[in-house]
């Protein structure tokens, strides 16, 4: 399996930017999710949302009515699109794959994750 997260910059605040997950190797109808996690300076790595196979979705309270996760399942891509964006929101934004879809808030605990793309940095300043 193998993630690769692109769509960083630098933005405005109040602006808004869309990070783009390209995913390959899991199995055809396999169960699995997709999760984006950020990282700020000083900071521990922070769950933001997640999207499952089935549909499910989850958001980290702290996006919550600013975030939106989708997939686009014909590109194997997943997309965040960010608006109302804070310089709280300036972090390095990784994408992640868990197989065995966690249950309930431990979505949130990056150590649940199996699978980990390299980051992409999204800086939010005037």
């Known amino acids: 399996v193998q993630l690769q997260a692109s769509g960083g910059g630098l933005v405005q605040p109040g602006g808004t930017l869309r990070l783009s997950c390209k995913y390959s190797?899991?199995?055809?109808?396999?169960?699995?999710?997709i999760a984006w996690f950020r990282q700020g300076p000083g900071k521990e790595r922070e769950g933001v949302s997640r999207?499952?196979?089935?549909?499910?979705?989850e958001y980290g309270d702290s996006v919550k009515g600013r975030f939106t996760i989708s997939r686009d399942t014909a590109k194997d891509t997943v997309y965040l699109q960010m608006s109302t964006l804070k310089s709280d929101d300036t972090a390095v934004y990784y994408c992640?794959?868990?197989?065995?879809?966690?249950?309930?808030?431990?979505?949130?605990?990056?150590?649940?994750?199996?699978?980990w793309g390299h980051g992409t940095q999204v800086t939010v300043s005037s």
């Open positions: 992640a794959g868990d197989l065995n879809v966690a249950l309930g808030p431990s979505w949130l605990r990056a150590s649940n994750y199996e699978y």
């Open positions: 190797g899991f199995a055809p109808g396999y169960y699995y999710a």
């Open positions: 999207i499952s196979t089935n549909g499910a979705i």
